[in-house]
Structure formats: structure tokens, C-alpha cells
């Protein structure tokens, strides 16, 4: 069983930065590969972006590209999410995930068997 706790949300205006953090815990934590989810009101949950256990593999939403990055730390049970030039339109619960599953490309939520209970990015016009 993998536990994961997101930190890092809160309120930005157009144009700023956040940094999210999702620490894992419990056994073999740092050899899952690890997303970021997120769902805004009223809409369904879609991917963000999506990281090997060992760091050399990443993707992204087409949303995202250019503005997100993806990254573990070194301790490889952390991961983070860097968002740069956002939008009203980032506001959403951002979820974190992981999956014990032979590494795969796919953005896909049915990858992810671990999740986090969410943090809130508000991104304001």
C-alpha cells in the first residue's frame, strides 16, 4: 500500500507560478511511477502529466506542455509539479497518483492505482 499527500496548492493570479509536491509513503514508495491528475468544477478528472519511478521517462497533457514540468526528487518518493505562465483555466483540484505497473507513456487515470486526496490551484484573470 503507497499513501500520498500533495502540498503546494493555493491562489495565483494570471501569469504566476506554483510549485506542487506529493510525497509517497509506505512500502517500495519510491519505485512507482507517479501523475499528476486534476479536475475542475463541474468537469471530469483529466491528466497532467505523468513520471517514471526512475525519473527518465515523462509526458504531458497537450495543455500543459511548455508551461509544466514534472520532476522527482532525490530521495524518488517525492514528486513535483512546476507550474509556470498559469491560467484561469489551470484552477482545479490537482491530484496526485501512483502505480506499481510496468512503466507506460500513457496519461491514462487507469494507469494509477494510488491516490492522493487532492490540493486546490485557484488561478485567477
Known amino acids: 500500500q503507497v499513501q500520498l499527500v500533495e502540498a503546494g496548492g493555493g491562489w495565483r493570479q494570471a501569469g504566476g507560478a506554483l510549485k506542487l509536491s506529493c510525497v509517497a509513503s509506505?512500502?517500495?514508495?519510491?519505485?512507482?511511477?507517479r501523475g499528476w491528475f486534476r479536475q475542475a468544477p463541474g468537469k471530469e478528472r483529466e491528466s497532467v502529466a505523468v513520471i517514471s519511478w526512475s525519473g527518465g521517462g515523462t509526458n504531458y497533457a497537450d495543455s500543459v506542455k511548455g508551461r509544466f514540468t514534472i520532476s522527482r526528487g532525490n530521495a524518488k518518493n517525492t514528486v513535483f509539479l512546476q507550474m509556470n505562465s498559469l491560467r484561469p483555466e489551470d484552477t482545479a483540484v490537482y491530484y496526485c497518483?501512483?502505480?506499481?505497473?510496468?512503466?507506460?507513456?500513457?496519461?491514462?487515470?487507469?494507469?494509477?492505482?494510488?491516490w492522493g486526496p487532492g490540493t486546490q490551484v485557484t488561478v485567477s484573470s
Open positions: 497518483a501512483a502505480s506499481g505497473r510496468p512503466w507506460v507513456s500513457s496519461l491514462s487515470e487507469s494507469e494509477y492505482d494510488y
Open positions: 509506505g512500502r517500495t514508495s519510491s519505485r512507482y511511477n
